[in-house]
């Protein structure tokens, strides 16, 4: 039997108790290998924790009185700072359970098997799907209506690329939404067309919003089943938070309704899509659950994604002269949302994937900065404003990130992707200055570790590998695939812990384990820190702790309902 709690420990227990509130739990964590993420002491053998905080890290010799604590045995796993996605799609990692899943096709043929056998068991409704990209596949090609057509007849199909900045529909689909030869793109969208001018079925960006009207409103009941799926995921994996990027404004009480139900067994920081940044602004940030969901950011798109050519570049691209890209809004638009966060402490994220995305939105930065003095914002001069990818930039851009300065957002994961692509996109100059971690590291820009899932796994063993060997699954990087942007592992630490932390206005009591932070840990089954390069991606998450409870351990089901 546990003895009784001290005094205080029972008065935090009860306010712990209450509805909404966090399951904190004392621990005794030992057994293997602990990463403090602190450059000065950067190991311990244990770490004592009560009521969720961390009151002891260091020496078994130290250790201040433990009496009936419970003890967590690492059995040789190694023990993290709670890694945090710091860029993902909390509601697209659900649907990816619930929906068609392409990722991982090889070629059209099998994506369209899937494709095939999702229709026979899903014979009623549209067919919604997501995961595909072509830049591996044989028939070295984007999918088309033809190609669904003959996979599911007279369906209505509507299958995402990867990156979400694409989408092919089927002949029905386009038929639908009443595209034909005829149909103009919106601004800031392509409608792909085959040599006699008719749709092939592809719709680049701002073009997917004509078929959008195609996919049936979820319900509140199966838009909550998808967002458990999502945290049970991403427990599973290790992750103790994400910051969900383009969280639906809509979607924000729902979240936090969960969290006060204790239905979110990781942290969630939401940067919401635009149509909620007026509400926001209004209100100022949001926190439920003792800070378990928080909304204090807004999401905007300035380019499309480089692997549907819709990154926006200074040159054309490489292997199709004819673009440049796609711009998604101009600073006319965006400058007066940025003035109005700055003046209500909201921090903004803005895409950006090519070197002019990049350089347009650090130009709109700097104009709204400029416009609204640091005595009329509430954050003053720590805004902690972000580019959320800055995959492109020309190396003598750097100096936005340093001056304004600009959190640069970015995922270890896709350099991976595309470095099957992207030099033929861009051409061999263009790539000083791709996906450059190490060089804005070394000018002192912090530099926030995510994922983009579902555009990618999401798995955060991958991502910690992409940082620091900079080569695919398979070892492959490429010609020249720039191998000194690679960063050392510590760094790489700090991209998954301590700098999302901060990039969320946490730092204090998060991304390290330090006595007095918030008890979010991770243990992987291999120490990140110290196995051979190859092992990285092949890590496991055996136990994923926050606020001091135990939200996933191997083996057990301690997922949330």
């Keep these: ?44 053998e244990v770490v004592l924790v009560r009521d969720g905080r961390i009151v002891f890290v260091g020496a078994e010799a130290g250790l201040p009185d433990h009496a009936g604590v419970p003890v967590i045995d690492l059995d040789g796993a190694a023990l ?51 995961g595909w990209i072509e830049t591996h596949w044989p028939e070295g090609r984007f999918l088309t209506a033809a190609d669904l057509d003959a996979a599911a007849p007279g369906r209505i199909v509507l299958l995402g690329r990867a990156d979400g900045h694409a989408v092919v529909a089927s002949s029905a689909a386009l038929a639908a939404a009443g595209i034909d030869a005829s149909t103009v793109a919106p601004a800031g969208g392509e ?63 729902l979240l936090e309704d969960m969290a006060g139900a204790g239905e979110a067994s990781i942290r969630v920081y939401n940067s919401v899509t635009p149509d909620g940044a007026q509400a926001l602004f209004a209100s100022g940030p949001r926190s439920v659950a003792d800070g378990r969901v928080v909304t204090r950011a807004v999401k ?43 003046r209500s402490g909201i921090q903004i994220a803005t895409h950006a994937i090519g070197d002019r995305g990049n350089a347009s939105v650090a130009d709109w930065y700097a104009e709204a900065l400029e416009a609204v003095p640091a005595s009329e914002r509430p954050n003053g001069e720590d805004v902690r404003w ?30 991976i992707g595309d470095l099957h692509f992207a030099p033929a996109r861009l051409g061999d100059a263009r790539l000083d200055g791709a996906y450059a971690w190490h060089s804005l590291v070394d000018l002192g820009v912090i530099v926030v570790g995510g994922s983009d899932a579902p555009v990618e796994r999401g798995d955060p063993a991958i991502e910690f590998y992409a940082a620091v060997a900079r080569r695919d699954l398979t070892g492959f990087q490429g010609p ?71 939200v996933y351990r191997a083996g057990e089901d301690t997922s949330r309902p």
Excluded: C
């Design 1 to 44: 039997m546990r003895p009784l709690l001290p005094l205080s420990a029972l008065v935090s227990a009860l306010l712990l108790a209450v509805p909404g509130a966090a399951l904190a739990q004392d621990m005794l964590i030992r057994g293997g290998p602990i990463h403090t993420g602190v450059v000065a002491t950067p190991s311990a």
């Design 80 to 130: 993290f700072p709670g890694f945090t996605d710091g860029h993902a799609h909390l509601d697209g990692i659900g649907a990816r359970e619930m929906t068609l899943n392409l990722e991982g096709s090889a070629s059209v043929d099998e994506a369209m098997v899937r494709l095939e056998a999702w229709a026979v068991a899903h014979p009623e409704g549209p067919i919604i799907g997501r």
């Design 191 to 253: 409608i792909l067309k085959d040599e006699n001018g008719q749709p092939t079925g592809l719709l680049v960006d701002a073009a997917e919003a004509l078929v959008a009207g195609l996919i049936p409103p979820p319900t509140e009941a199966t838009r909550r089943e998808m967002y458990r799926a999502g945290f049970a995921v991403y427990a599973r994996y290790g992750w103790t938070g994400i910051h969900f990027m383009s969280a639906p404004w809509g979607d924000v009480p």
């Design 300 to 342: 905007m798109y300035a380019d499309g994604a480089l692997g549907s050519r819709g990154a926006a570049l200074f040159e054309p691209y490489a292997d199709r002269p004819d673009t440049t890209g796609l711009m998604q809004i101009d600073g006319a638009a965006a400058v007066p949302v940025y003035e109005a966060a700055l």
């Design 386 to 415: 972000r580019i959320e990818h800055a995959q492109i930039l020309r190396p003598q851009g750097y100096r936005w990130f340093v001056d304004l300065p600009i959190i640069a957002s970015m995922q270890p994961s896709h350099a």
């Design 480 to 550: 020249d695939w720039r191998p000194d942007e690679a960063v050392d592992r510590m760094t790489a630490l700090h991209m998954f812990t301590l700098w999302p932390a901060y990039a969320s206005f946490r730092e204090e009591e998060l991304g390290t384990i330090e006595p007095g932070k918030r008890a979010d840990f991770t243990a992987f089954d291999i120490d990140l820190m110290t196995a051979p390069e190859a092992e990285l991606p092949n890590a496991k998450a055996v136990l994923t702790i926050v606020d001091g409870e135990v």
